[in-house]
Protein backbone atom coordinates (compact mmCIF):
# COMPACT_ATOMS: atom_id res chain seq x y z
CA UNK A 1 0.00 0.00 0.00
CA UNK A 2 1.23 3.50 -0.65
CA UNK A 3 2.34 5.38 2.61
CA UNK A 4 3.53 8.72 2.54
CA UNK A 5 6.34 10.02 5.53
CA UNK A 6 6.85 13.51 6.98
CA UNK A 7 9.55 12.63 9.59
CA UNK A 8 9.65 16.09 11.13
CA UNK A 9 6.33 16.80 12.94
CA UNK A 10 7.18 20.61 14.15
CA UNK A 11 10.06 22.66 12.31
CA UNK A 12 11.26 26.41 13.73
CA UNK A 13 12.85 28.55 11.34
CA UNK A 14 13.62 32.55 11.47
CA UNK A 15 11.55 34.99 9.50
CA UNK A 16 13.52 35.47 5.77
CA UNK A 17 15.58 32.16 6.27
CA UNK A 18 15.32 28.97 4.11
CA UNK A 19 13.08 26.46 4.70
CA UNK A 20 13.15 22.56 3.40
CA UNK A 21 10.51 20.08 4.67
CA UNK A 22 11.08 16.34 4.14
CA UNK A 23 8.57 14.01 2.67
CA UNK A 24 9.31 10.49 1.83
CA UNK A 25 6.47 8.31 -0.14
CA UNK A 26 6.74 4.54 -0.63
CA UNK A 27 4.90 3.28 -4.08
CA UNK A 28 6.10 1.02 -6.79
CA UNK A 29 5.19 2.70 -9.84
CA UNK A 30 5.67 6.37 -10.78
CA UNK A 31 3.44 8.70 -7.82
CA UNK A 32 1.41 11.59 -8.16
CA UNK A 33 2.73 13.66 -5.53
CA UNK A 34 1.34 16.47 -3.78
CA UNK A 35 1.79 19.38 -1.03
CA UNK A 36 -0.80 20.84 0.54
CA UNK A 37 -0.95 23.52 3.64
CA UNK A 38 -3.25 24.16 6.05
CA UNK A 39 -3.59 27.23 8.21
CA UNK A 40 -5.58 27.76 10.94
CA UNK A 41 -9.43 27.81 10.32
CA UNK A 42 -8.61 27.18 6.35
CA UNK A 43 -9.59 24.57 4.08
CA UNK A 44 -6.03 22.79 2.82
CA UNK A 45 -4.88 24.65 -0.11
CA UNK A 46 -2.98 23.01 -2.95
CA UNK A 47 0.78 24.19 -3.17
CA UNK A 48 1.88 22.49 -6.00
CA UNK A 49 2.41 18.85 -7.36
CA UNK A 50 4.03 16.32 -9.79
CA UNK A 51 3.04 14.20 -12.11
CA UNK A 52 5.72 13.61 -14.84
CA UNK A 53 8.60 15.62 -16.63
CA UNK A 54 10.60 18.10 -14.83
CA UNK A 55 11.47 16.76 -11.47
CA UNK A 56 11.83 20.18 -10.04
CA UNK A 57 8.13 21.61 -9.74
CA UNK A 58 7.12 25.29 -8.86
CA UNK A 59 4.02 26.17 -7.00
CA UNK A 60 2.24 29.25 -5.60
CA UNK A 61 3.77 31.54 -2.65
CA UNK A 62 7.17 31.10 -3.89
CA UNK A 63 7.49 27.38 -3.18
CA UNK A 64 9.07 24.55 -4.79
CA UNK A 65 9.76 20.65 -4.61
CA UNK A 66 12.12 18.31 -6.08
CA UNK A 67 11.09 14.69 -7.16
CA UNK A 68 14.00 12.52 -6.40
CA UNK A 69 12.84 8.91 -7.37
CA UNK A 70 16.37 7.26 -6.15
CA UNK A 71 15.72 8.80 -2.84
CA UNK A 72 11.76 8.07 -2.72
CA UNK A 73 11.35 11.50 -1.57
CA UNK A 74 9.72 14.74 -2.81
CA UNK A 75 11.17 17.72 -0.06
CA UNK A 76 9.19 21.03 -0.02
CA UNK A 77 11.29 24.26 -0.28
CA UNK A 78 11.62 27.84 -0.34
CA UNK A 79 14.32 30.01 0.02
CA UNK A 80 13.02 32.86 1.84
CA UNK A 81 10.26 31.95 4.64
CA UNK A 82 7.72 34.81 5.38
CA UNK A 83 5.71 35.02 9.22
CA UNK A 84 2.25 34.27 6.94
CA UNK A 85 3.83 30.81 6.44
CA UNK A 86 3.44 30.17 9.60
CA UNK A 87 0.92 26.56 8.97
CA UNK A 88 0.65 22.75 8.96
CA UNK A 89 2.17 21.22 5.34
CA UNK A 90 0.96 17.75 4.43
CA UNK A 91 3.22 16.06 1.87
CA UNK A 92 0.51 13.51 -0.22
CA UNK A 93 0.00 10.71 -3.16
CA UNK A 94 -2.50 9.41 -4.57
CA UNK A 95 -4.04 6.22 -4.50
CA UNK A 96 -6.13 4.63 -7.44
CA UNK A 97 -6.25 8.22 -8.94
CA UNK A 98 -9.24 9.07 -7.08
CA UNK A 99 -8.04 8.87 -3.18
CA UNK A 100 -5.29 11.03 -1.89
CA UNK A 101 -3.10 9.64 0.81
CA UNK A 102 -1.61 12.29 3.21
CA UNK A 103 1.51 11.81 5.51
CA UNK A 104 1.25 13.22 9.31
CA UNK A 105 1.63 16.78 8.73
CA UNK A 106 4.52 19.16 9.37
CA UNK A 107 3.77 21.69 11.38
CA UNK A 108 6.36 25.29 10.67
CA UNK A 109 6.64 27.92 13.03
CA UNK A 110 8.84 31.20 12.23
CA UNK A 111 10.24 33.05 14.65
CA UNK A 112 10.70 36.83 13.95
CA UNK B 1 -20.08 29.63 -4.93
CA UNK B 2 -16.80 30.59 -4.65
CA UNK B 3 -15.30 27.61 -2.79
CA UNK B 4 -16.66 24.55 -1.02
CA UNK B 5 -18.23 25.64 2.13
CA UNK B 6 -19.40 22.89 4.90
CA UNK B 7 -21.68 23.51 8.04
CA UNK B 8 -22.23 23.39 10.26
CA UNK B 9 -18.49 24.39 11.42
CA UNK B 10 -18.65 23.17 14.72
CA UNK B 11 -20.81 20.45 16.09
CA UNK B 12 -21.14 18.92 19.73
CA UNK B 13 -23.18 15.93 19.77
CA UNK B 14 -23.10 13.31 22.70
CA UNK B 15 -22.25 9.34 22.53
CA UNK B 16 -25.14 7.65 20.31
CA UNK B 17 -26.18 10.18 18.81
CA UNK B 18 -27.31 10.56 14.72
CA UNK B 19 -25.08 13.59 13.12
CA UNK B 20 -25.47 14.93 9.74
CA UNK B 21 -22.17 17.18 8.28
CA UNK B 22 -23.81 18.84 5.17
CA UNK B 23 -21.05 19.41 2.22
CA UNK B 24 -21.57 22.57 -0.42
CA UNK B 25 -19.18 21.89 -3.53
CA UNK B 26 -17.81 24.06 -6.09
CA UNK B 27 -20.57 24.43 -8.80
CA UNK B 28 -20.15 22.50 -11.97
CA UNK B 29 -17.56 20.32 -10.09
CA UNK B 30 -19.09 16.64 -10.42
CA UNK B 31 -16.85 15.10 -8.44
CA UNK B 32 -16.87 15.11 -4.26
CA UNK B 33 -14.80 13.81 -1.42
CA UNK B 34 -15.19 13.17 2.25
CA UNK B 35 -12.14 12.98 4.60
CA UNK B 36 -11.50 12.44 7.80
CA UNK B 37 -9.00 14.21 9.74
CA UNK B 38 -8.08 13.11 13.53
CA UNK B 39 -6.09 15.51 16.30
CA UNK B 40 -2.29 15.58 15.04
CA UNK B 41 -3.03 13.31 11.91
CA UNK B 42 -3.50 13.65 7.77
CA UNK B 43 -6.78 13.79 6.11
CA UNK B 44 -7.76 10.33 5.90
CA UNK B 45 -10.01 9.25 2.40
CA UNK B 46 -13.91 8.31 3.25
CA UNK B 47 -15.65 7.92 0.42
CA UNK B 48 -15.68 9.87 -3.17
CA UNK B 49 -18.67 10.31 -5.61
CA UNK B 50 -18.94 11.02 -9.12
CA UNK B 51 -22.07 12.81 -9.75
CA UNK B 52 -24.97 11.18 -7.02
CA UNK B 53 -23.07 7.91 -7.17
CA UNK B 54 -20.27 6.43 -4.62
CA UNK B 55 -17.68 5.67 -6.76
CA UNK B 56 -15.46 4.41 -3.75
CA UNK B 57 -16.14 4.11 -0.55
CA UNK B 58 -13.56 2.00 0.46
CA UNK B 59 -12.22 4.36 3.14
CA UNK B 60 -15.79 4.58 5.46
CA UNK B 61 -14.75 3.43 8.83
CA UNK B 62 -18.00 0.33 9.41
CA UNK B 63 -21.85 0.77 8.30
CA UNK B 64 -22.40 3.18 10.98
CA UNK B 65 -21.28 6.07 8.10
CA UNK B 66 -23.00 6.93 5.35
CA UNK B 67 -23.02 9.35 2.77
CA UNK B 68 -25.29 10.42 0.03
CA UNK B 69 -25.33 13.03 -2.66
CA UNK B 70 -28.83 12.85 -4.45
CA UNK B 71 -28.76 15.49 -7.20
CA UNK B 72 -25.13 15.38 -7.83
CA UNK B 73 -24.31 18.60 -5.93
CA UNK B 74 -24.68 18.76 -1.97
CA UNK B 75 -23.66 15.81 -0.19
CA UNK B 76 -24.40 14.87 3.34
CA UNK B 77 -22.30 12.67 5.58
CA UNK B 78 -24.22 10.50 8.09
CA UNK B 79 -23.14 9.31 11.31
CA UNK B 80 -25.55 7.04 13.24
CA UNK B 81 -24.60 6.08 16.77
CA UNK B 82 -21.79 8.40 17.63
CA UNK B 83 -19.13 6.93 19.27
CA UNK B 84 -16.10 8.94 21.29
CA UNK B 85 -13.59 7.90 18.82
CA UNK B 86 -15.21 10.13 15.84
CA UNK B 87 -14.44 13.14 17.42
CA UNK B 88 -12.60 14.38 14.29
CA UNK B 89 -12.44 17.26 11.62
CA UNK B 90 -14.70 15.59 8.44
CA UNK B 91 -13.25 17.63 5.30
CA UNK B 92 -14.81 17.83 1.97
CA UNK B 93 -13.45 18.60 -0.97
CA UNK B 94 -14.76 18.66 -4.70
CA UNK B 95 -13.06 18.33 -8.42
CA UNK B 96 -14.20 19.45 -11.83
CA UNK B 97 -14.16 15.67 -13.29
CA UNK B 98 -12.83 13.21 -10.70
CA UNK B 99 -10.97 9.93 -10.60
CA UNK B 100 -7.98 11.53 -12.01
CA UNK B 101 -5.08 13.02 -10.23
CA UNK B 102 -4.78 15.66 -12.37
CA UNK B 103 -8.03 17.30 -11.31
CA UNK B 104 -7.37 19.34 -8.09
CA UNK B 105 -9.24 18.82 -5.49
CA UNK B 106 -10.35 21.91 -3.69
CA UNK B 107 -11.06 21.36 0.06
CA UNK B 108 -13.63 23.19 2.94
CA UNK B 109 -12.87 24.59 5.49
CA UNK B 110 -13.74 21.32 7.63
CA UNK B 111 -16.25 20.42 10.51
CA UNK B 112 -14.69 19.79 13.58
CA UNK B 113 -17.23 16.97 15.31
CA UNK B 114 -17.01 16.63 18.75
CA UNK B 115 -18.53 13.36 20.77
CA UNK B 116 -19.15 13.91 24.56
Known amino acids: AQSVTQPDIHITVSEGASLELRCNYS??????LFWYVQSPGQGLQLLLK??????LVQGIKGFEAEFKRSQSSFNLRKPSVHWSDAAEYFCAVTQGDDKIIFGKGTRLHILP | GAGVSQTPSNKVTEKGKYVELRCDPI?????LYWYRQSLGQGPEFLIY????????DSGLPNDRFFAVRPEGSVSTLKIQRTERGDSAVYLCASSLIGGRAVDTQYFGPGTRLTVL
Open chain 2, 27 to 31: SGHTA
Open chain 1, 50 to 55: YFSGDT
Open chain 2, 49 to 56: FQGTGAAD
Open chain 1, 27 to 32: YGATPY
